[in-house]
């Protein structure tokens, strides 16, 4: 009988490629991800289910950092560029099988989506959001890439990393990273948030928050959260901003994500996901960030 998981993953850009793959057996998601750009180059993920290991981590990269913390955390490396004939970033997909049966569940699918209301749909069905836009940097759509997972999982933990040897060390504990660099435009060094995954709900994240002031650092320890102890706008211009959790008992967060789209507010609340209202760029001239969550 077939796997229910994925094993394996491919990108063609050329019609060439999208023939091997299909001779390979290998599954289309029909959805060019250079839509919106001024590129003629037709780019595509293709996946295929089988009897080896499954599947349970994507990461994106689009710095030569980035590429070089996956290389040494075992990932299996697509040398193609997701962003070809544009001005964007050169983002490249990668994937491990790892073995931890406490936080590496099986994918057993993916999706692709190209605006707001499908995003939110998205997480209504219980998918989980890679937050990289795989046309990061030009002017292209919206495009991100979607985790469907064997179980049902929830938030365990949360880290922040401010170096490349930390983001092996969590990538090697389980951890996932949000591909969205949270000093972005900024000028400061590279921030990254990461989060673990259980199927476990007890001992679960139930809350989250951020600070931009000493005043609400001491009413969130008073309501009993713990701070994530990196400051995600240092080496900024810009005021110290902290990400607190609390577990509480209740049940667990099952979604966490960053966006720098405005146009998300609407859908993401109708969808019942929560807000963490507070710039993660708060006084500098970065990107505006947000932090959104839900149950």
């Given at each position: 009988m077939a796997s229910k998981y994925i094993t394996e993953i491919a990108i063609s850009t050329t019609r060439e490629m999208d023939q091997q793959l299909h001779d390979q057996d290998y599954d289309k998601i029909n959805v060019n991800l250079n839509l919106g750009t001024s590129s003629t180059t037709r780019v595509y993920i293709w996946y295929k289910k089988g009897n080896g290991k499954p599947i349970t981590r994507v990461q994106f990269s689009f710095t030569a950092e980035m590429k070089d913390v996956l290389k040494k955390a075992g990932f299996t490396e697509l040398p193609e560029n997701l962003n070809p004939g544009t001005q964007g970033d050169v983002i490249q997909l990668w994937y491990s099988s790892g073995a931890s049966p406490k936080y590496d569940i099986p994918i057993e699918d993916l999706f692709l989506t190209t605006n707001e209301q499908e995003e939110a749909h998205q997480f209504k069905l219980g998918w989980e959001r890679l937050p990289c836009n795989l046309n990061r940097s030009n002017s292209?759509?919206?495009?991100?890439?979607?985790?469907?997972?064997?179980?049902?999982?929830?938030?365990?933990?949360?880290?922040?990393?401010?170096?490349?040897?930390?983001?092996?060390?969590?990538?090697?504990?389980?951890?996932?990273?949000?591909?969205?660099?949270?000093?972005?435009?900024?000028?400061?060094?590279?921030?990254?948030?990461?989060?673990?995954?259980?199927?476990?709900?007890?001992?679960?994240?139930?809350?989250?928050?951020?600070?931009?002031?000493?005043?609400?650092?001491?009413?969130?320890?008073?309501?009993?959260?713990?701070?994530?102890?990196?400051?995600?706008?240092?080496?900024?211009?810009?005021?110290?901003?902290?990400?607190?959790?609390?577990?509480?008992?209740?049940?667990?967060?099952?979604?966490?994500?960053?966006?720098?789209?405005?146009?998300?507010?609407?859908?993401?609340d109708e969808a019942g996901l929560i807000l963490i209202d507070r710039n993660l760029n708060a006084g500098n001239s970065g990107m505006p960030l947000y932090l959104w969550y839900g149950k």
């Open positions: 292209g759509d919206f495009i991100t890439l979607w985790l469907k997972r064997k179980s049902k999982t929830y938030i365990c933990d949360v880290a922040a990393a401010t170096s490349f040897q930390q983001h092996i060390d969590l990538s090697k504990e389980g951890y996932i990273r949000l591909d969205e660099d949270l000093s972005r435009g900024s000028g400061g060094k590279p921030i990254f948030l990461w989060y673990r995954q259980s199927t476990t709900v007890g001992g679960g994240i139930t809350e989250m928050n951020a600070c931009i002031n000493r005043e609400q650092d001491s009413i969130l320890v008073e309501r009993g959260f713990t701070v994530v102890n990196v400051n995600l706008n240092e080496g900024t211009c810009g005021q110290p901003v902290y990400v607190w959790f609390k577990k509480d008992g209740s049940l667990p967060i099952k979604a966490l994500t960053v966006t720098s789209n405005p146009d998300v507010t609407g859908p993401y």
